[in-house]
């Protein structure tokens, strides 16, 4: 998606060899009109799909989602990294690798919001091990639901995710795919 591409090229900073900063656009300050265009192009990704639900995870994910699920005319749930009192004590629970936060997080999604009848789309931010996806959809096996795919807005591809999902059988469509960082210089595969 050229837009993303020219956001990613112009604002995108390295603040680690391999964590990409992109606050100004995604994941702080949020610009609602790209995220519509990003939602309009996975809902023209996954048109053949009859998507029920759209599932991502707590925090810069949310946004996102909310764009999709307006897109296809579905709810979307996110899964919740943090136990609170308010939250339904039956869940279906998963455990994620934080790449960016290196911690452990116990993911939780209500048994109520996610059923053995829905196609789920998962979104997200970025790819870059795959431990959030291979977490949601530890989630959605367990409700019984199908995986239709996951819709990535950054892959980092020179990282293992892609191609474990890819190996899993997993439809992945990722907007702007990085193949390299090479000298602080962003490249992208196609
Ligand atoms: P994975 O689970 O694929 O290792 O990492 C994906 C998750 O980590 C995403 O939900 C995203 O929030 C975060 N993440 C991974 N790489 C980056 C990055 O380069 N920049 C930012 N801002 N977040 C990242």
Redesign the pocket.
Known sequence: MEELKERILKEGKFIKP?????DSFL?HMVDAKLLRNIAMEFKKAFSSENITKIVT?ES??ISIAAFCAYEFGVPFVFAKKYNATNLDPDCFCAE?F???KQTTSNIRISKKYITKDDNVLII??????????LGLYDIIRQAGAKLAGCGIVIE?SFQP?RKILDDMGIKVVSLARISSIEGGKISFLD
């Open positions: 391999d964590i990409l900063k992109v994941n995870i810069s994910g994620v934080s790449f960016t997200d931010d970025f790819l870059a091990n795959g431990k959030a996806i980092k995710g």
